[in-house]
């Protein structure tokens, strides 16, 4: 898909006829030209030379069906992993990559490694658009929900990912409510900082995962750019200036940050108004290991007997190794 072609090709053709294009392709979700009526043949095999839909992939589908991850072949050569998780309840989330692997190699995530570059415009909504076409095939409904949680860091890839947010929003392309969408960082405090001003009011999420910042520089080395101090100024300034809530994402992992006295730690720093955590059990990709289920319970329990708002993320896609943390592991 390339849209910047699509523009090229329907230059010499009534305004029209690039919106007819862009209904069919976002939609009415065809992959194929040939499902195109409206054109002529001779337009159809214009665009069947030159811009191709079909997204080249390998799909796996979890046991239950409710979840699945694709991996996407990109033009360069290089693959990219994306995740789909049907809730049962009319939510459909695809949760997007935005570089090829990851420049910020933490060391509980396998997608950073092998960092390559940052995706297109294009390569961002051919992931959306591919979940999309899936769902109306298999008849499961529309994409609702879109998480940037795959490989990559978003605010490194800002301009790309707040364009793909336009389109996912727009009515004429995927018409995704601004409030289903979130954007997850690792608290690069600039990339906060910038959001305030978009239009856009997406949700912001932090991975957080440890309170103590030696551990969280040595588990997540590039944080020593982006420190907590600067971390928590420009939450603070973007809640002031968006009262918008802030999830913290919390991995559980074994004997590492489990502890009770970690737990009374976070429930500290969480005592702001508009911050919540999202407790994550670690999937497991090397040496280290989740946390026991009363390790989580525990954990869980100290928070919310100190009131801190906590929700848990439902476990998906690890029979296909397409949780989070996982994406472009095998
Ligand atoms: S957790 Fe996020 S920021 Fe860290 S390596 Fe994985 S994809 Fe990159």
Request: one cysteine or more; charged letters at 30%.
């Amino acid at each position: 898909m390339n849209l910047t072609k699509l523009g090229k090709i329907f230059a010499d053709q009534e305004k029209f006829r690039i919106k007819q294009a862009e209904k069919l392709i976002f939609k009415d979700l065809i992959s194929d030209w040939k499902q195109a009526s409206v054109f002529s043949l001779a337009l159809r095999e214009k665009l069947q030379e030159n811009l191709p839909l079909a997204i080249e992939n390998k799909l796996f589908i979890s046991k239950d069906g409710r979840s699945a991850k694709a991996i996407i072949f990109l033009e360069d050569g290089f693959k990219i992993e994306t995740a789909l998780m049907a809730h049962g309840d009319g939510r459909n989330t695809a949760c997007l990559s935005c570089q090829v692997g990851c420049p910020l190699a933490c060391k509980f995530c396998i997608s950073g490694t092998n960092f390559k570059r940052n995706l297109t415009l294009d390569e961002i909504l051919s992931q959306a658009l591919f979940w999309a076409r899936y769902l109306k095939e298999k008849k499961i409904g529309r994409l609702s929900n879109i998480v940037f949680m795959g490989s990559g860091e978003p605010f490194l890839n800002y301009q790309n990912v707040f364009q793909a947010i336009s389109y996912l929003n727009s009515p004429d392309y995927f018409d995704i409510s601004a409030r289903k969408i979130s954007i997850s960082t690792i608290g690069v405090s600039e990339g906060i900082r910038k959001m305030v001003n978009e239009k856009y009011q997406v949700n912001l999420a932090v991975s957080l995962h440890f309170v103590d910042e030696r551990t969280r520089v040595e588990m997540m080395p590039a944080t020593k750019k982006y420190s907590l101090k600067k971390m928590w100024e420009a939450i603070d300034y973007y809640i002031k200036e968006t009262n918008r809530k802030v999830m913290f994402e919390y991995i559980l992992i074994k004997g590492l940050n489990d502890s009770k006295k970690e737990a009374e730690a976070l429930a500290l720093i969480m005592k702001k108004p508009l911050y919540a955590v999202n407790l994550i059990r670690y999937n497991k990709t090397g040496k280290l290991e989740p946390s026991e289920t009363k390790a989580i319970t525990d954990f869980r329990g100290v928070l919310r007997n100190r009131g801190v708002e906590v929700v848990e993320r439902h476990r998906f896609n690890e029979d296909i190794f397409g949780a989070c943390g996982q994406l472009i592991g095998k």
